[in-house]
């Protein structure tokens, strides 16, 4: 069914497509249409920063931004779901168009710009659903913040989310938000990082509930950058990486139509960037942070290389679009 659905939506605009289909899924995920994508995986539990997952196979941030699908993307059968970026204030985000489908390379390349409806229309969503599984929600700035006020945004945010949320992803390494991935090298990473972990300390005593800290980093990263974020991350005792976001590489997609267009570039075309990545991260924190595996995550057998790279967990999303749902059993099954 979903291949029929996809032909369709692959002759409308990328953007379209998407919000018809975050519509369509928030409009049916309590109805018996959710029958259309509904599935049962088994069970392949994992336990990790000290949560329970039934299986290792989660949904990338960026999908559902607003958290208004979770109850749908429950039912695929994703063994957690993170849901934003989320920011301080709603945002329209970067001017249209800003997201291209590049079919031949199994890619996407977006400039959204962290467009979502803002951080307390987002809590109302998480309240709402029905979804009691591992909820990660990921966090940004607002694009009018600058760069040395980031820290606020990000409390801002923090604050908000965190009674409802498994843990919590800092976003510092989107390409379409001005200057945002500054905050990943030096003094800048270190005093976000300082900022972030005295607040969950005190929002752990407020709430009698410890909320993991994620970061979310680039794979754009020369291998000096890579080991100086490390030491930052040991240092401030962060709780876990995700690696990694959009690429603006363009090399694998030399080209192809809208190869050109500026944005981070998602999908198969990342997995081995993202790959190298993973296995240098997890080498350097030799097991004192966990690392979650995401981009070019495309088959069973991408699955396996990350997990095998030392990635406890893994997240999909291109790949979602591209093959749909029975990607997500293809892999749990496999595993």
Request: glycine share 8%; proline share 4%.
């Amino acid at each position: 069914m979903y291949a029929i659905l996809q032909k369709f939506l692959f002759t409308q605009d990328a953007e379209w497509s998407h919000d018809f289909t975050i519509n369509w899924l928030k409009r049916t995920q309590h109805t018996f249409l959710n029958l259309a994508y509904k599935q049962r995986i088994a069970d392949k539990p994992v336990e990790c920063l000290g949560l329970h997952f039934k299986n290792p196979v989660g949904l990338a941030a960026g999908l559902d931004k607003n958290a208004e699908c979770i109850d749908a993307f429950a039912a695929m059968g994703f063994g957690f779901i993170e849901v934003g970026t989320v920011t301080p204030k709603p945002q329209a985000g970067n001017d249209k168009p800003r997201m291209f489908r590049l079919p031949k390379g199994r890619a996407i390349i977006n400039r959204m710009g962290f467009n979502n409806k803002g951080v307390d229309y987002l809590v109302g969503q998480v309240k709402k659903a029905r979804y009691t599984g591992v909820l990660g929600i990921n966090i940004g700035k607002n694009k009018s913040t600058p760069e040395d006020q980031a820290l606020n945004d990000y409390l801002i945010c923090l604050r908000k989310v965190y009674q409802h949320a498994s843990y919590v992803t800092i976003n510092i390494s989107s390409p379409n938000t001005p200057g945002l991935r500054n905050l990943q090298y030096g003094d800048a990473l270190t005093q976000l990082l300082k900022g972030l972990k005295l607040e969950q300390g005190k929002l752990e005593i407020e709430h009698k509930k410890r909320v993991p800290i994620l970061i979310k980093i680039a794979p754009d990263l020369e291998d000096s950058e890579l080991s100086s974020m490390v030491d930052s991350f040991l240092t401030s005792s962060i709780d876990g990486v995700i690696a990694t976001n959009t690429t603006l590489d363009r090399d694998a997609v030399k080209g192809l139509q809208h190869a050109d267009e500026a944005g981070g570039l998602s999908g198969s075309v990342l997995t081995d960037k993202s790959q190298r990545i993973v296995a240098s991260l997890c080498s350097q924190l030799a097991g004192r942070a966990p690392v979650i595996g995401v981009g070019g995550i495309d088959s069973p057998r991408a699955a396996k290389e990350r997990i095998e790279a030392g990635s406890p967990l893994i997240q999909v999303y291109s790949a979602l679009i591209y093959q749909g749902p029975k990607l997500i059993k293809e892999i749990v099954d496999s595993l």
